[in-house]
């Protein structure tokens, strides 16, 4: 029996399948660890990059440049879906509250099949759950299947929910 499963969630109907099924396995054993995990592919540091930069004085007599944020009504586009995303978790936890499952939560900020094998490793999981990407073959050929390549690099068992 496992001891923790991960649940890879990205808040799509294949994701909520895959809560479904860690839902089961926790009713089968209530002392295995449920953690939920979603990875922000917007990285969120990386919005630094999107401010205007001016150029200060320095003590020494030079001078560098450095950030201005930009106004609220200013942001780039990406930053509402980055916000958006980071509120996947809500969704997740909503589900599993209502089915009596107790789990942790965590957002991670990266490529979901790097960061989610990592974490997996990091924090000693036996299963990792990912729902099927449900993308057709030339999307999978183009952009690659998440649950095909954490099934690939994982060094635990994987099960890809349909």
């Given at each position: 029996?496992?001891?923790h499963i991960?649940?890879?969630?990205?808040?799509?109907?294949?994701g909520?399948?895959?809560?479904e099924?860690?839902?089961?396995?926790?009713?089968?054993n209530?002392?295995?660890?449920?953690?939920?995990a979603?990875?922000?592919?917007?990285?969120?540091?990386?919005m630094?990059?999107n401010?205007n930069?001016s150029?200060?004085p320095?003590?020494?007599?030079?001078?560098?440049?450095?950030?201005?944020?930009?106004?609220e009504?200013e942001?780039?586009p990406n930053?509402?879906q980055?916000i958006?995303?980071?509120?996947?978790l809500?969704?997740?936890k909503?589900f599993?509250?209502?089915?009596?499952?107790?789990a942790e939560f965590?957002?991670?900020?990266?490529?979901?099949?790097n960061?989610l094998c990592?974490?997996?490793?990091?924090?000693d999981?036996?299963?990792?759950?990912?729902?099927?990407s449900g993308?057709?073959?030339?999307q999978?050929?183009?952009?690659?299947?998440v649950?095909?390549s954490?099934?690939?690099?994982?060094e635990?068992d994987?099960?890809i929910?349909?």
């Amino acid at each position: 029996m496992y001891n923790h499963i991960l649940i890879g969630f990205n808040d799509s109907e294949d994701g909520m399948k895959a809560l479904e099924r860690a839902a089961q396995f926790y009713a089968m054993n209530h002392d295995c660890k449920i953690t939920v995990a979603h990875v922000i592919q917007q990285y969120i540091s990386n919005m630094a990059f999107n401010y205007n930069y001016s150029v200060v004085p320095s003590i020494d007599g030079g001078i560098y440049p450095t950030q201005i944020p930009l106004p609220e009504n200013e942001l780039p586009p990406n930053t509402q879906q980055t916000i958006e995303e980071s509120q996947v978790l809500d969704h997740a936890k909503s589900f599993l509250n209502r089915q009596g499952v107790p789990a942790e939560f965590e957002s991670l900020d990266g490529k979901p099949m790097n960061d989610l094998c990592d974490f997996a490793l990091e924090q000693d999981v036996d299963l990792i759950i990912v729902g099927n990407s449900g993308k057709g073959a030339l999307q999978k050929l183009l952009v690659g299947s998440v649950s095909e390549s954490v099934m690939k690099k994982a060094e635990m068992d994987v099960l890809i929910v349909k």
